[in-house]
Antibody
Framework: EVQLLESGGGLVQPGGSLRLSCAGS????????MGWVRQAPGRGLEWVSVITASDSWRKYADFVKGRFSIARDNSENTLYLQMNSLRAEDTAVYYC???????????????WGQGTLVTVSS | DIQMTQSPSSLSASVGDRVTITCRASQDISNYLAWFQQKPGKAPKSLIY???SLQSGVPSKFSGSRSGTDFTLTINSLQPDDFATYYCQQYSTYPITFGLGTRLEIK
């Protein structure tokens, strides 16, 4: 059974940093691209970032470029999102998502984590 | 960026009804279209990929179709468990974009 378990969310002041983690299990983690999607309170879904299986490339939404960094450790089956210079508008539930197709990068999502809440407030 | 225009934004229906939700892409995305279901306080669940293929375990009451840049999610024989918010997503081109969602409510 595929499981994606996020952690690392919490309350942080504007300008602060936070690192999210997503532990994957039940599948061959190193063969699939992974990504992050967020959802602000009461709002819709918003794609944040993607990283390919072998970390050959990474992409970011414009609103996080230069502030957020995605990474993965295939030996630990873990995905990360380093978030710096956080703003109030980054407040959201952050979901870890898995690509369906091996060694793709389209982010054709088949599984979602349960999400971790990030609150940016003073 | 590719805009995904989803309609309606909300929909009231009764148990047993058939409903249709539409997403229009602002440019050609081929079949790179997915649908998700989200219940309050829960993570989204993947329903359909490649415009019309059902994810494993998703009942056949859900179906998807494409006509050009218009995509449709149809849900047959609504049951109480189907009342949720539905989102479309294009993954043809980065940045990946989602529709704003359709809230399906019980009449």
């Amino acid at each position: 059974e595929v499981q994606l378990l996020e952690s690392g969310g919490g309350l942080v002041q504007p300008g602060g940093s936070l690192r999210l983690s997503c532990a994957g299990s039940g599948f061959s983690f190193s063969n699939f691209a992974m990504g992050w999607v967020r959802q602000a309170p009461g709002r819709g879904l918003e794609w944040v970032s993607v990283i390919t299986a072998s970390d050959s490339w990474r992409k970011y939404a414009d609103f996080v470029k230069g502030r957020f960094s995605i990474a993965r450790d295939n030996s630990e089956n873990t995905l990360y999102l380093q978030m710096n210079s956080l703003r109030a508008e980054d407040t959201a539930v952050y979901y870890c998502v898995k690509d369906m197709i091996r060694n793709s990068g389209l982010l054709e999502i088949d599984f979602w984590g349960q999400g971790t809440l990030v609150t940016v407030s003073s | 960026d590719i805009q995904m225009t989803q309609s309606p934004s909300s929909l009231s229906a009764s148990v047993g009804d058939r409903v249709t939700i539409t997403c229009r892409a602002s440019q050609d995305i081929s079949n790179y279209l997915a649908w998700f279901q989200q219940k309050p306080g829960k993570a989204p669940k993947s329903l359909i990929y490649a415009a019309s293929s059902l994810q494993s375990g998703v009942p056949s009451k859900f179906s998807g179709s494409r006509s050009g840049t218009d995509f449709t999610l149809t849900i047959n024989s609504l049951q109480p468990d189907d009342f949720a918010t539905y989102y479309c997503q294009q993954y043809s081109t980065y940045p990946i974009t989602f529709g704003l969602g359709t809230r399906l409510e019980i009449k």
